[in-house]
C-alpha cells in the first residue's frame, strides 16, 4: 500500500476555499487517488478520485502533481458541512481495498 | 434510490459469543466491502466481495469471516467474540472493484461486554 501524509488538521473560515494536501510518493503507476471523509457520527462518504487529470466534481476539485506524488483536494467555498476528516487514499490496480490513514480533520468555522 | 443499509444498528454481545451483520448494497451495485473502525486503529479494511466471490482480504483472524449472496447482499460473522471486538462495523458498496466509488452504510456499532 502507498503510504501517505496529511496534516492532522487544518482550519479554515466559512464560504473561502480550502485546499487540503496529500503526499504519497511511493503511488504506484496503476493507484488512483482517491478521498473519502467522515462527518461525526457518519459513515465515510466518498468525495473524489483522479488518476493523473485533475477532476472536478459538484463536491469538490482534485489537483493531482505531474509527477503523481501528491495531490491537493480543493474546496471551494466551505460551509460547516464540510467540517470533517478528510482521507486520502491511492488505490487501484488489484487491490481493491482503501487503506483509511489518519485523515486531515478540517474545522469550518462561522 | 437508497443508500447502503446495515442492520442491526446497534448491537450488545458478550464475550464468547458470535455475531452476525448484515448488508444490503445499493440495488445494482456488486461489489461489498467490510471495515472495521475503533479509537485506537481507525478504519480498517476486513474483507471485499464482488458476486459472491471474497476477492480481498484484511489481517483480521479467522474468526472474521464474510459471504456474499447472489443478490448481492452480504453479511459478516465474528465468532467467539472478544472485548476488542467492540467497534463500529462500516459496509461499502460500489458498482465493481476500484477505482469505483464506495458508499458506506451508517455502520452497526457492536459492543462486546
Known amino acids: 500500500d502507498a503510504k501517505t501524509t496529511q496534516p492532522n488538521s487544518m482550519e479554515s473560515n466559512e464560504e473561502e476555499p480550502v485546499h487540503l494536501p496529500c503526499n504519497h510518493s511511493?503511488?504506484?503507476?496503476?493507484?488512483?487517488i482517491h478521498w473519502y471523509r467522515q462527518l461525526p457520527s457518519q459513515g465515510p462518504e466518498y468525495v473524489i478520485h483522479?488518476?493523473?487529470s485533475n477532476v472536478n466534481n459538484r463536491m469538490a476539485s482534485l489537483a493531482i502533481a505531474e509527477d503523481r506524488k501528491s495531490s491537493t483536494l480543493i474546496l471551494h467555498r466551505a460551509t460547516l458541512r464540510d467540517a470533517a476528516v478528510y482521507y486520502c487514499i491511492p488505490s487501484g490496480g488489484s487491490n481493491y481495498k482503501l487503506t483509511f490513514g489518519k485523515g486531515t480533520l478540517l474545522t469550518v468555522n462561522p | 434510490k437508497a443508500g447502503v443499509t446495515q442492520t442491526p444498528r446497534y448491537l450488545i454481545k458478550t464475550r464468547g459469543q458470535q455475531v452476525t451483520l448484515s448488508c444490503s448494497p445499493i440495488s445494482g451495485h456488486r461489489s461489498v466491502s467490510w471495515y472495521q473502525q475503533t479509537p485506537g486503529q481507525g478504519l480498517q479494511f476486513l474483507f471485499e466481495y464482488f458476486s459472491e466471490t471474497q476477492r480481498n482480504k484484511g489481517n483480521f483472524p479467522g474468526r472474521f469471516s464474510g459471504r456474499q449472496f447472489s443478490n448481492s447482499r452480504s453479511e459478516m460473522n465474528v465468532s467467539t467474540l472478544e472485548l476488542g471486538d467492540s467497534a463500529l462495523y462500516l459496509c461499502?458498496?460500489?458498482?465493481?472493484?476500484?477505482?469505483?466509488?464506495?458508499?458506506f452504510g451508517p455502520g452497526t456499532r457492536l459492543l462486546v461486554l
Open positions: 483522479g488518476l493523473t
Open positions: 511511493t503511488i504506484s503507476g496503476t493507484d488512483y
Open positions: 461499502a458498496s460500489s458498482l465493481a472493484g476500484s477505482p469505483a466509488a464506495r458508499y
